[in-house]
């Protein structure tokens, strides 16, 4: 668990799994991947194994020791409705999130359909936030999977953006997340796509979020869209609707 977090939309990083396999072309250049390879070459015990999934069960309470409340990214090295974790596991890592409700918890997927499987046996509590991911249009599905969960706040994380997403259904959707892809192979990302989503948003009255442009020097690129940042968080509204 690391305290503070390079992630633009979230405090703090939580992984009760570490490792994963790739599963759509968004998985291309994982960063966790990258990441995990670099903390394997440091010996970082919990990395022993690389990126080959690998539950840590050491790390399953630590957010009960954080006593000033975060918003924690679950999983942020692995994919927690990833085929090789037990639903017993899931329910154990749902279990501490209730247990350290101080927290908001933000869960990001792109097995969706494992989560809709499963979702029914969980229990969702409204500091439970839970997204999928979608880069190109040929995984919508996931969203739907998703509205069709019992979880209170819903948001997408449309990262690495591959291709234009004209028509999003944003009903039931808190949340939307939008960033190109950075690093070494960095594929671009086309600013009308990310306008259009915006606009999306807009009328929907749904949170936008602008992480990156991304590309191989993100620093240049930077997070402006139309002369501006676009840090938004879901509502209170939308908070409120969640109790
Ligand atoms: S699902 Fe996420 S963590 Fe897993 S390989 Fe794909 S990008 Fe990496």
């Known amino acids: 668990m690391a305290d503070g977090s390079p992630i633009e939309w979230t405090e703090a990083t939580w992984n009760p799994v570490t490792g994963c396999t790739k599963i759509s072309p968004g998985c291309k250049h994982c960063y966790a991947l990258r990441m995990s390879m670099r903390l394997q070459a440091m010996r970082q015990p919990n990395y022993r194994n690389g990126f080959d999934l690998t539950l840590q069960p050491q790390a399953l309470e630590l957010p009960l020791r954080w006593k000033k409340g975060r918003r924690i990214f679950v999983n942020s090295m692995s994919d927690l ?4 974790i037990p639903e017993e596991y899931i329910a154990q890592v749902f279990g501490v999130m209730h247990r350290a409700h101080w927290h908001q918890y933000q869960v990001l997927t792109k097995r969706s ?12 509590r409204p500091n439970i936030w839970m997204g999928v991911s979608v880069e190109r249009a040929d995984y919508m599905y996931r969203i739907d999977d998703l509205r069709h969960t019992g979880a209170r706040l819903k948001f997408l994380s449309l990262e690495p953006l591959l291709g234009p997403l004209p028509n999003v259904d ?22 009308n796509w990310v306008t259009e989503i915006r606009d999306q948003c807009r009328s929907a009255r749904v949170a936008f979020f602008f992480k990156q442009w991304g590309g191989v020097r993100k620093k240049r690129t930077g997070r402006q869209l139309d002369g501006r940042t676009w840090d938004e968080l879901p509502g209170i509204a939308t908070q409120e609707r969640a109790r």
Do not use: K, T
Request: hydrophobic share 40%; aromatic share 8%; charged share 25%.
């Open 170 to 191: 944003l009903s039931g959707i808190d949340w939307v997340i939008v960033g190109g892809e950075s690093g070494p192979g960095a594929r671009p990302m086309d600013p």
């Open 81 to 84: 409705f990833h085929e090789g």
């Open 113 to 124: 359909e494992r989560l809709a499987e499963i979702a029914p046996r969980l229990e969702w």
